[in-house]
Structures are given as structure tokens and as C-alpha cells.
């Protein structure tokens, strides 16, 4: 066996080790990492105790400590700082008694001896192999030895989960954003609870009809809890959020999740075609847009892209179901799960807007880009045009493009409700809409909870797509642990 491989255990202990006392100088992170190992922490516990009174680095500084009394200079430093607060007082022609300017002077001498001891102290640790006796020091000791590494595994696992969450930039970047998810989806669900239950809409007259009697009513608030204090409300739908227990919906009596949970397969689907559908077709245009700027292709180009942002979807639905359903007969006018060209005009429908958006900021970004200096400099050193723009125009100028597409992808995942209505598409953003006129709370909660989500992992999506395409951006990353 090679000597490399025999040192490859300790290696991976002392790295680990390390990994450790970095993560530990962060407070919310070192008890995190206790509490994920409690078990293990109890025998850290139990040996720091036992060792504490056999520390060696107690008598080494108790030997500093009466040397640095023995040998004088404990008493002329004491008296070189009385002398300068007696010139000071002298100087400054104050009024100040004997027992002011001595209690001045031993405040100074405390500190200079404190400063100068661990001077002393800390030189003789450079010295030798002594170390200071603490909680953090003992736990990092007995991780680099075999035997307390493998009781740290056996009895800590989860800690080590946790420090390699924090350990990974990328991956310590994306458990932030999702813990500050937690916190998005809570103020959301606050936000809206409170403005639904503030709303002058009664839910039960709406559903069971004005000519309902007050003990239906009183009845139908007494099944779906609305007789309840607001905190108490509040706090079940809440706890329902992170239990993925909704209830059960006030019109139709369906489970809410499962609701949502059967119509997010279709909004999703729809969106990402729609999706496809308009970078397909926005990116390249925008790109050859901006490199023939000013010609006849950029003018009408940008003709049809105010259009396509213009242009209201609802009309541009019937259009598309009038002209290639009812009288060309290619695509089906409504949506059907078993048939994806069903998919094709409310793709293309939904897509428009986003298409003529991204097409637009694609050529406004890579104008931008392709004057800059680094562009020019590219050109004089011979690359090609189509090098230059491809390799280094493009992924500075998507980056705001990017941020469109984000946005613009979130806002059709929650609200897609027009196309969906046009098209008969039992999706997401009609279920919303129709609900929150109810107002059927357990469904609107759901419904914008499933919104709140969506635009948090979307954001996070394009971040990471941020630091794909832009180092400077991945380098932040890397230096924020």
C-alpha cells in the first residue's frame, strides 16, 4: 500500500475538521451544527469537561501572568501610565482629585497588561504545541481522530448535511434562497388570509344563494370553521401550508391540494410550450436585429413586435379559433389532454406577448453590448463578426434578457387565465379566478401560495442562469460563504 493512501484517511479528517471550525464562526450556523449532532456534542461535552482540568494552556498562562509580575515590569508600566495621566491633568490645567487621576490610571494599566499578556501568550503558542482549551478546539480534535470521526457519522450524520450545505457556495446559495422562501410563502399567506377575511363578500350567500336561511348559513360557517377567531384561522391555514393540507374547497367540496395538484400539470405544460415557442423565435431575431440595426428587417421587426405586445390575447384566441379551426379546419378549437396539438394555439397565443418582449430586449441588450470596448477589441484582434457576437456579445446581452423571460414566465404560470378561458383549459389561472370571487378562501389560498411558489423558484432559477452566463456574478457566489 502506498504511503499517499495511508494519509488519505487523516487528510479527509483534518479537512473536515476545518470545515467545521470555518462553519462554527457563524453563530445561526454553529448551533445548527450542535443541534444536528447532539448526540455526538454530549461526548464532546463530557471530554472538554474532563480535560478542562488537565489544560495545560491555564498554567501557561499563569506562568506569564507572575513572570510578567516578578520581573517588575507589572509595576513600571502601572507607574509609567500614573506619570502620564498626572502630565495630562497638568497639561489640560484640570481640576481632578488624587483618587480620580489613580483610578484613570489603573483603568489604562488594566487594559495594557490584558493587551500584553495575550501578546505574550499568544507568541508562546506560536512557539509551541499548546493550544487554548475550548469547546470549539476540543469538537475539532476529536473529529481529526479516527474514533471520534466515526462517532461523529454514527451519531451526527445530519450535521455533516449541514456542512456541506455551507461548505458548497453554489449549494449554500440555493438553501438561503429557499429558507428565505419559507419566510415569501408566510407573509404571502398572512397578506391574503387577512385581506379575504377583511372582505365584505360572504362566502356561504354566495354559494348557497340569498334565499338561504340564517341556520344554513350559521351552518355553513360552522363546517368550514369561518365562525372561528381570525388567529385561529389564520394559524390553520398556516399549518395547512407546510402540512400541504388546504382543506376542502367551499364550492364543490373538492380537497384543494388534489385540485391543484391535478390542473398544475396542464398550466405548466401550456406555459412551457408557450415558452419555447417565443425564445425560439425572439432570440435569434433580436440578435440579427441589433447586428442589422437601422435596415429594413430591424424596422419591420420592431413593427411586429409593438404588435405582438399590442395585440389582446382574447381577440387573438377567437382569431386563431375562427381562422385555423372553423374555417381551416387544422387544429382543434378546444383543449384536450390526449391530443398535444391542442396545445399549439394557446401556446402560440400565450406566447406572443413574452415573444415580442424578449425579441425586443434582445436587440436593445445586444446594442448596448456590441458597442462596448471589450467588443471592439475583440473585432481588432481578427475574430470573426459571427465569433464576436456569438462568443462574446451574446452572453453579456442575455442577462437582462434572462430577468424578461423569469418575470414573464411567472406571470404565465399564474396567470394564464384568459388563454385558458378562450381555450376551455382546465388550468391554474381560470381556477383562480373564478374562485376568488367567491370567495372560496381554501382555493384562493392555494391557488396563490402555488403562485408565490412558483415566482421563488423561478427567481432562483435565473439567478443560477446569472452566474452560468456571467462570472462576476458566480465569483459573488463563491466569496458570499
Not at 304 to 332: K, R
Not at 383 to 408: C, D, E, F, M, Y
Not at 426 to 449: A, E, T
Amino acid at each position: 500500500m502506498k504511503k499517499e493512501d495511508i494519509n488519505k484517511p487523516a487528510a479527509y479528517r483534518f479537512l473536515v475538521s476545518e470545515a467545521y471550525k470555518t462553519a462554527s464562526q457563524e453563530r445561526h450556523v454553529s448551533w445548527g451544527l450542535k443541534l444536528l449532532s447532539f448526540p455526538f456534542q454530549l461526548l464532546v461535552l463530557i471530554r472538554y469537561l474532563f480535560n478542562k482540568h488537565r489544560d495545560e494552556s491555564k498554567r501557561l498562562i499563569s506562568i506569564i501572568e507572575h513572570q510578567f509580575e516578578e520581573s517588575g515590569e507589572s509595576a513600571e508600566l502601572k507607574k509609567e501610565l500614573l506619570r502620564q495621566e498626572e502630565r495630562k491633568t497638568a497639561f489640560l490645567d484640570q481640576s481632578v482629585s488624587r483618587s480620580d487621576i489613580e483610578k484613570n490610571a489603573e483603568h489604562y494599566y488594566q487594559r495594557a497588561r490584558q493587551r500584553e499578556i495575550k501578546k505574550r501568550i499568544d507568541d508562546q503558542y506560536r512557539k509551541s504545541d499548546i493550544r487554548p482549551q475550548d469547546f470549539l478546539h476540543e469538537t475539532t480534535s476529536w473529529l481529526r481522530e479516527p474514533l471520534g470521526f466515526l462517532l461523529s457519522i454514527i451519531l451526527g450524520f445530519p450535521m455533516y448535511l449541514l456542512l456541506w450545505v455551507v461548505s458548497v457556495p453554489v449549494i449554500r446559495y440555493v438553501a438561503n434562497r429557499l429558507v428565505a422562501m419559507l419566510f415569501v410563502i408566510v407573509g404571502v399567506t398572512v397578506i391574503v388570509f387577512t385581506l379575504l377575511h377583511l372582505s365584505p363578500s360572504d362566502a356561504a350567500l354566495n354559494i348557497l344563494g340569498e334565499q338561504a336561511t340564517p341556520q344554513q348559513v350559521e351552518n355553513f360557517n360552522q363546517v368550514h370553521g369561518l365562525n372561528d377567531p381570525y388567529v385561529v384561522q389564520l394559524w390553520r391555514t398556516v399549518k395547512g401550508v407546510f402540512t400541504f393540507d388546504l382543506g376542502i374547497s367551499f364550492e364543490g367540496n373538492e380537497r384543494v391540494v388534489a385540485t391543484i395538484m391535478r390542473r398544475f400539470p396542464v398550466t405548466l405544460q401550456l406555459a412551457f410550450f408557450a415558452l419555447m415557442f417565443s425564445v425560439t423565435v425572439a432570440l435569434p431575431s433580436g440578435i440579427y436585429a441589433a447586428v442589422k440595426a437601422n435596415t429594413t428587417f430591424d424596422h419591420l421587426f420592431m413593427f411586429i413586435a409593438l404588435i405582438g405586445i399590442s395585440i389582446p390575447s382574447f381577440w387573438q384566441g377567437l382569431i386563431f379559433i375562427l381562422t385555423f379551426s372553423i374555417n381551416l379546419g387544422w387544429l382543434p378549437a378546444t383543449y384536450s389532454a390526449s391530443n398535444l396539438a391542442s396545445l399549439i394555439m394557446p401556446a402560440v397565443v400565450l406566447g406572443t406577448a413574452l415573444m415580442a418582449s424578449v425579441a425586443r430586449m434582445t436587440r436593445s441588450s445586444t446594442l448596448e453590448v456590441i458597442n462596448e470596448d471589450y467588443i471592439l477589441t475583440a473585432r481588432a484582434k481578427g475574430l470573426s463578426s459571427k465569433r464576436v457576437i456569438l462568443r462574446h456579445a451574446v452572453p453579456n446581452a442575455l442577462i437582462p434578457v434572462i430577468t424578461i423571460i423569469g418575470l414573464q414566465f411567472s406571470a404565465m404560470l399564474g396567470g394564464a387565465a384568459v388563454t385558458e378561458q378562450v381555450f376551455n383549459i382546465r388550468g391554474l389561472g381560470s381556477y383562480i379566478v373564478n374562485k376568488q370571487f367567491v370567495p372560496d378562501i381554501p382555493s384562493v389560498m392555494g391557488g396563490v401560495i402555488y403562485i408565490a411558489i412558483a415566482l421563488s423558484i423561478v427567481n432562483l432559477i435565473v439567478d443560477l442562469i446569472y452566474s452560468f452566463l456571467d462570472p462576476r456574478i458566480r465569483s459573488r457566489i463563491k466569496n458570499s460563504q
